[in-house]
């Protein structure tokens, strides 16, 4: 099984910045390797369903929700099973549990930050106070 480590989160006052970062160890139920995986990064406010943020496809094309474009960017380096998020100018409203997911279909495209994702990490907590 793909298994997916968060780390990165904590508190932070609003327009701080955070950098979150994923490692993925182990790999799915078919054996690909990392590299393939579409990847993407979801978050759950309290109260709340849980919303895309962003994602990067395989050949790293990246999408990201309305809500964070120019504040937040993903990345991923294959060669360290790793993905990243970059997050700037935080606000209250982006406080909730951030989770690494992953899935090995492809998806590239401006609306693949809203797709499924097979695999799931544990999440970790981003707390923004104004």
């Known amino acids: 099984q793909l298994q997916l480590v968060e780390s990165g989160g904590g508190p932070v006052q609003a327009g701080g910045s955070l950098r979150l970062s994923c490692v993925g160890s182990g790999y799915g139920a078919n054996k690909y390797p990392y590299n393939i995986y579409f990847m993407g990064w979801v978050r759950q406010a309290p109260g709340k369903e849980r919303e895309g943020v962003a994602a990067i496809s395989s050949d790293f094309v990246t999408s990201y929700a309305d809500s964070v474009k120019g504040r937040f960017t993903i990345s991923r380096d294959n060669t360290k099973n790793s993905l990243y998020l970059e997050m700037t100018n935080l606000k209250p409203e982006d406080t909730g549990m951030y989770y690494c997911?992953?899935?090995?279909?492809?998806?590239?495209?401006?609306?693949?930050?809203?797709?499924?994702?097979?695999?799931w990490g544990q999440g970790t907590q981003v707390t923004v106070s104004s």
């Open positions: 997911a992953a899935d090995p279909r492809y998806c590239s495209g401006e609306y693949c930050y809203k797709q499924d994702f097979g695999y």
